[in-house]
């Protein structure tokens, strides 16, 4: 967007550079160090949200920072800078009071105690993933964290035999630059073919429900009526690119830090129950979803900055969860201890991501039996490959470990 409006401070920082990628938390720590709020003249131009109380309070402010699709920034998803091409999702594209009765529904569905029904399923794909190299003695931890990807695709009920072609795809819209093969190949040839996968189920689901999360949304009631077949698929095309990347993120991070700190690495090994605060803690630290975007509605002087209406506008929860002036002591030191922990990893406000109990149970699980059954795992560093972009999601490509080999426990 073009404005005469004088930016303040103007910085040369960009969350989907190679730089940033490379060290993504001190890259926003020397941001934060120097400015809460400041404008980058990448991306098209954009504010960086640094802090934690301007994130917090931009969140929480719907009617200034709007989350719904605008022409600002080009057409595609509005939750990223840049845009990527993407089908409208529901509800994190909607605003209050629109949102309410869709998130109310989709409540349902990932509230704690439609959760604790889904744990089976997540134990049993976790056990399998894990049979299949634990007699081995190697595996690449990249592979072993598609959990989450094949639990969404199950739990939806669409075919799990598809699972990596739903994982791979999706993520490699937010991990690859746009000009890039991977993301040419996901946006051009395979997310259309699995669009029409997914409507087709829906559409078998609406004639014939089962007991499976498409059947249910399908079938939901919005504002007195049924749910579309249009809004049914906006919001599974969320929740599968919400599952496939978040919490496989969490993990791959978690384990690379305790292979590099095996005193803590133990400690969680002879006291499980510590895994719960460590989990919220490993959130924080590492932020998953590093940061979402906001498209300003009027013209607003925001913390002493003078924003336009159009303005694009990053809140970065990875830099928030960082911040001293959070309230977190040593925010830059990963203490599995640290309560009460007010992270913002799973965003503020309206929006705070539904999935948080179902991504909170799959992180559980694996880190559980891979400390269990792998507990001496070793990470070969030097040949870990990190995603190219970092700037929503920090993954890997490649994880490679060794440890001593184990027992199947499983079948199928």
Not at 175 to 200: G, R
Request: hydrophobic fraction near 35%; aromatic fraction near 8%.
């Amino acid at each position: 967007m073009t404005s005469t409006t004088p930016r303040c401070p103007v910085v040369g920082f960009d969350h989907n550079s190679p730089e940033h990628s490379e060290h993504p938390a001190e890259s926003y720590r020397e941001l934060r160090s120097e400015h809460e709020i400041a404008w980058s003249e990448a991306n098209g131009g954009y504010w960086i949200l640094a802090g934690y109380e301007p994130v917090f309070e931009a969140a929480r402010d719907d009617d200034t920072f709007t989350s719904r699709r605008t022409p600002y920034g080009g057409e595609g998803l509005s939750v990223v800078i840049p845009k990527t091409p993407m089908h409208d999702h529901i509800p994190i594209e909607l605003d209050p009071p629109e949102l309410a009765p869709y998130r109310k529904v989709v409540n349902r569905i990932t509230a704690p105690a439609a959760v604790e029904t889904m744990l089976p399923m997540i134990q049993r794909h976790t056990t399998w993933f894990l049979d299949e190299v634990i007699e081995t003695g190697k595996c690449d931890f990249a592979s072993i964290i598609g959990v989450p990807s094949i639990v969404t695709i199950d739990w939806l009920g669409l075919d799990v035999s598809d699972w990596e072609r739903y994982s791979e795809a999706h993520r490699a819209t937010l991990a690859f630059p746009q000009d890039s093969p991977e993301f040419l190949h996901a946006v051009n040839d395979e997310l259309p073919v699995l669009t029409e996968m997914v409507k087709k189920r829906i559409a078998e689901r609406k004639a014939e429900p089962k007991d499976d999360a498409i059947s249910f949304l399908v079938h939901s009631e919005i504002n007195g009526r049924t749910m579309t077949e249009e809004e049914t698929f906006s919001i599974v095309e969320l929740l599968i690119s919400g599952g496939v990347g978040t919490t496989a993120s969490l993990v791959g991070q978690s384990l690379l830090w305790l292979h590099q700190h095996h005193d803590v690495r133990q400690e969680l090994i002879d006291d499980p129950s510590l895994l719960d605060h460590a989990l919220e803690e490993f959130l924080r630290y590492f932020s998953p979803t590093q940061a979402l975007a906001r498209t300003v509605t009027h013209d607003v002087e925001f913390h002493g900055c003078p924003m336009r209406e159009g303005d694009r506008v990053l809140l970065s929860w990875a830099s928030a969860n960082r911040d001293e002036a959070a309230g977190f002591d040593d925010p830059d030191d990963l203490n599995i201890h640290r309560w009460p922990n007010r992270h913002t990893a799973f965003g503020v406000g309206a929006h705070r991501c539904a999935g948080s109990h179902i991504g909170r149970a799959m992180a559980k699980e694996l880190i559980t039996q891979i400390l269990e059954r792998m507990p001496d795992y070793v990470i070969d560093e030097d040949n870990t490959v990190n995603y190219e972009r970092q700037g929503v999601n920090v993954g890997f490509r490649s994880l490679p470990a060794t440890f001593t080999p184990g027992p199947r426990l499983g079948t199928d």
